[in-house]
């Protein structure tokens, strides 16, 4: 099948959009040059507002190319359920008694660990949060575990190198991780239902390989960098002087829940939402601030994947069909980082008479390269876009990125390949 004109606009544009990923640097440099027009600048300098920038501009040219209608009728038909699922989940999960909560479990576990106290922290932070998003969600096991290494250790002081390794590890444990059941990762979800995969199926072939690797990734993360973490000053929080009401815990607890369980139905959660920002808004004292603008810039950034993504098909699903078993297992794993991974199951569900064994390595390859960019993984960009503060110039680089959550990946590809 030929492509149409906007289809394939709508590829180049895809491309251009993922070159600027890789290119923030550049426009914060204009900023600097340029300050008369810096604003502009700064904005084409956030990765969160890259594909929403390129989305607008892809409406823009189909306004002229076919008409308003026509491109009203291709808006309304992207499904942006999945960018509000990540604003509302990021904010409630963000919230003070949520992370209250979720500090004081990892804190638990850490004390029986025989580590130091910091050591234990980390290794727990990037192990068992990872694998939370199995029945949390993804993205919001990615807040807390961002938030928490922020507040623990990014702010206190890591090298460069550590604050690197840490989120590409971060970043490739959340995208395994939730592979526990068949709800939290958005390429399973994408194809759970069709295919008929329960949470046994998913234990049984892929989430005790995922946890395997989750646990692997944060073990040697750890042990390299265990004199480095140990020297981090140890935060102690005066919990009788800023203690929360265990009710309004218990509240938000709830919440939390409900958008989870209602994340398939946009108009239930982001009601949900709403009450819980009247909430906040009444017992502001026991908040921090919410994160509504890195909410709304994730979702911006999620909202402009699935209008760019939409006109993707024509050459991605021709792509995975043609390909074995094990090709598209590594096909789909270089595939993810420069596509939503969701999007490629979506697209490989619509192929008919594929195998188990297809299936499994679609989905395989697309959780395992859902590490190495931002774009590749929908929880990613709310990772970033909580940790990019507390590295050199707010910048957070494509290529450091990559080179940091390669190793992880590998791990991850050694597990779900050969054993």
Same mark, same amino acid.
């Given at each position: 099948?030929?492509?149409?004109?906007?289809?394939?606009?709508?590829?180049?544009?895809?491309?251009?959009?993922?070159?600027?990923?890789?290119?923030?640097?550049?426009?914060?440099?204009?900023?600097?040059?340029?300050?008369?027009?810096?604003?502009?600048?700064?904005? *084409?300098?956030?990765?969160? #507002?890259?594909?929403? @920038?390129? =989305?607008?501009? %892809?409406?823009?040219?189909?306004? /002229? &190319? !076919?008409?308003?209608?026509?491109?009203?009728?291709?808006?309304?038909?992207?499904?942006?359920?999945?960018?509000?699922?990540?604003?509302?989940?990021?904010?409630?999960?963000?919230?003070?008694?949520? *992370?209250?909560?979720?500090? #004081?479990?990892?804190? @638990?576990? =850490?004390?029986? %660990?025989?580590?130091?106290?910091? /050591? &234990? !922290?980390?290794?727990?932070?990037?192990?068992?949060?990872?694998?939370?998003?199995?029945?949390?969600?993804?993205?919001?096991?990615?807040?807390?575990?961002?938030?928490?290494?922020?507040?623990?250790?990014?702010?206190?002081?890591?090298?460069?190198?550590?604050?690197?390794?840490?989120?590409?590890?971060?970043?490739?444990? /959340?995208?395994?991780?939730?592979?526990?059941?068949?709800?939290?990762?958005?390429?399973?979800?994408?194809?759970?239902?069709?295919?008929?995969?329960?949470?046994?199926?998913?234990?049984?072939?892929?989430?005790?390989?995922?946890?395997?690797?989750?646990?692997?990734?944060?073990?040697?993360?750890?042990?390299?960098?265990?004199?480095?973490?140990?020297?981090?000053?140890?935060?102690?929080?005066?919990?009788?002087?800023?203690?929360?009401?265990?009710?309004?815990?218990?509240?938000?607890?709830?919440?939390?829940?409900?958008?989870?369980?209602?994340?398939?139905?946009?108009?239930?959660?982001?009601?949900?939402?709403?009450?819980?920002?009247?909430?906040?808004?009444?017992?502001?004292?026991?908040?921090?601030?919410?994160?509504?603008?890195?909410?709304?810039?994730?979702?911006?950034?999620?909202?402009?994947?699935?209008?760019?993504?939409?006109?993707?098909?024509?050459?991605?699903?021709?792509?995975?069909?043609?390909?074995?078993?094990?090709?598209?297992?590594?096909?789909?794993?270089?595939?993810?980082?420069?596509?939503?991974?969701?999007?490629?199951?979506?697209?490989?569900?619509?192929?008919?008479?594929?195998?188990?064994?297809?299936?499994?390595?679609?989905?395989?390859?697309?959780?395992?390269?859902?590490?190495?960019?931002?774009?590749?993984?929908?929880?990613?960009?709310?990772?970033?876009?909580?940790?990019?503060?507390?590295?050199?110039?707010?910048?957070?680089?494509?290529?450091?990125?990559?080179?940091?959550?390669?190793?992880?990946?590998?791990?991850?590809?050694?597990?779900?390949?050969?054993?």
């Amino acid at each position: 099948m030929n492509p149409t004109t906007v289809q394939l606009i709508g590829a180049v544009i895809f491309a251009v959009a993922v070159l600027h990923t890789f290119s923030v640097k550049f426009f914060e440099k204009l900023a600097h040059r340029h300050p008369a027009h810096a604003g502009i600048f700064h904005l *084409l300098g956030e990765v969160e #507002a890259v594909f929403g @920038f390129w =989305a607008l501009v %892809l409406v823009c040219f189909m306004l /002229v &190319a !076919t008409g308003p209608k026509s491109a009203l009728d291709y808006l309304n038909g992207r499904d942006f359920t999945e960018p509000l699922f990540v604003f509302a989940i990021m904010v409630i999960a963000a919230s003070k008694p949520i *992370l209250r909560l979720s500090l #004081a479990c990892v804190e @638990f576990v =850490a004390r029986l %660990l025989p580590l130091q106290r910091q /050591v &234990a !922290t980390f290794f727990v932070a990037l192990s068992l949060l990872p694998m939370l998003g199995s029945f949390i969600t993804e993205p919001a096991a990615m807040t807390l575990a961002a938030l928490l290494l922020r507040e623990r250790f990014y702010d206190p002081g890591l090298s460069n190198r550590l604050k690197y390794l840490t989120l590409g590890v971060l970043f490739v444990n /959340v995208s395994i991780g939730g592979t526990l059941t068949p709800y939290a990762a958005p390429p399973v979800l994408m194809v759970a239902g069709k295919w008929g995969w329960d949470v046994s199926f998913m234990i049984m072939n892929l989430g005790w390989r995922s946890a395997l690797a989750v646990a692997v990734n944060a073990l040697v993360l750890t042990m390299m960098f265990r004199s480095e973490l140990a020297r981090i000053p140890l935060i102690e929080k005066n919990d009788e002087a800023d203690r929360i009401p265990l009710a309004l815990t218990i509240v938000h607890v709830l919440f939390l829940a409900g958008v989870v369980i209602t994340a398939h139905h946009s108009v239930v959660f982001m009601g949900l939402f709403l009450f819980f920002l009247g909430v906040a808004t009444a017992y502001k004292h026991y908040q921090d601030r919410l994160i509504l603008r890195e909410g709304m810039m994730v979702a911006f950034f999620l909202g402009g994947l699935v209008v760019l993504g939409g006109q993707q098909q024509w050459w991605l699903e021709p792509a995975l069909s043609a390909m074995s078993p094990t090709a598209v297992y590594y096909g789909a794993t270089a595939l993810t980082a420069i596509t939503d991974n969701a999007a490629l199951t979506y697209l490989g569900s619509l192929v008919p008479g594929l195998t188990d064994e297809f299936k499994l390595s679609l989905v395989a390859g697309s959780v395992t390269g859902g590490g190495l960019t931002v774009i590749a993984n929908a929880p990613n960009p709310a990772g970033y876009s909580i940790l990019k503060g507390r590295f050199d110039n707010e910048e957070i680089g494509a290529g450091g990125l990559f080179a940091a959550a390669f190793v992880p990946t590998l791990v991850a590809i050694a597990m779900f390949r050969f054993i």
